[in-house]
């Protein structure tokens, strides 16, 4: 089964500024990484699949790169509703896999 | 415009058998490449992905929990049913469905029933 670790856990940003999330697979998952944002009570969504290519609607601001092990969120400039969790998750094995998330709080 | 739905029970007592149904609309699961799976969310914790159909039938189970679930569809109601056994109070969680077009992830997904284990 492919773990995927996140980091950081918590990350504290403050508006306008970016934002950068890291993903790492235990083992290469090609370009099949997603992103996920979740706000409190909500279901998860898709921002980014394929490692690098934005789900409709998802602004522009949010960019996703790295193939293989290593992948990363980046939020450009982060607005209000930008603060909430995200996670990645692996598609490229079963089980697909999700990583432990990151919180992105406001400083 | 793609739906999902979860129903079910709110509360279960430990070792009994938990039965979801996940309604939906805008998609068939005869079609080609579409896909329904089963993501669970204990309270404050991260998203474990559980079971996935697909439209060929075929069936994908987490590693840890793949003795205690099937997941099963029926075309005829656009439904797929998620069954776990031997429910423990971990296993507390709000459950989602989800589908997927073979190949990409999960693109849209229901709001989530909440399942308490308790006795």
């Known amino acids: 089964e492919i773990v995927v670790a996140q980091s950081p856990a918590t990350l504290s940003v403050s508006p306008g500024e970016r934002a950068t999330l890291s993903c790492r697979a235990s083992q290469s998952v090609s370009s099949n990484l997603a992103w996920y944002q979740q706000k409190p009570g909500q279901a998860p969504r898709l921002l980014i699949y394929g490692a690098s290519t934005r789900a409709p609607g998802v602004p522009g601001r949010f960019s996703g790169s790295g193939s293989g092990t290593e992948f990363t969120l980046t939020i450009s400039s982060l607005q209000s509703e930008d603060f909430a969790s995200y996670c990645c998750q692996q598609y490229n094995d079963w089980p697909h896999t999700f990583a432990q998330g990151t919180k992105l709080e406001i400083k | 415009q793609v739906t999902l739905r979860e129903s079910g029970p709110a509360l279960v007592k430990p070792t009994q058998t938990l039965t979801l149904t996940c309604t939906f609309s805008?998609?068939?699961?005869?079609?080609?490449?579409?896909?329904v799976s089963w993501i669970r969310q204990p309270p404050g914790k991260a998203l474990e992905w559980l079971a996935l159909?697909?439209?060929?039938?075929?069936?994908y189970y987490s590693t840890s929990l793949k003795t205690r679930l099937t997941i099963s569809k029926d075309t005829s109601k656009n439904q797929v049913v998620l069954t776990m056994t031997n429910i423990d109070p971990v296993d507390t969680a709000t459950y989602y469905c989800?589908?997927?077009?073979?190949?990409?992830?999960?693109?849209?997904w229901g709001q989530g029933t909440l399942v308490t284990v308790s006795s």
């Open positions: 805008g998609f068939s699961l005869t079609t080609r490449k579409m896909c």
């Open positions: 989800a589908r997927r077009i073979s190949a990409r992830p999960y693109d849209s």
């Open positions: 159909i697909d439209w060929d039938d075929d069936k």
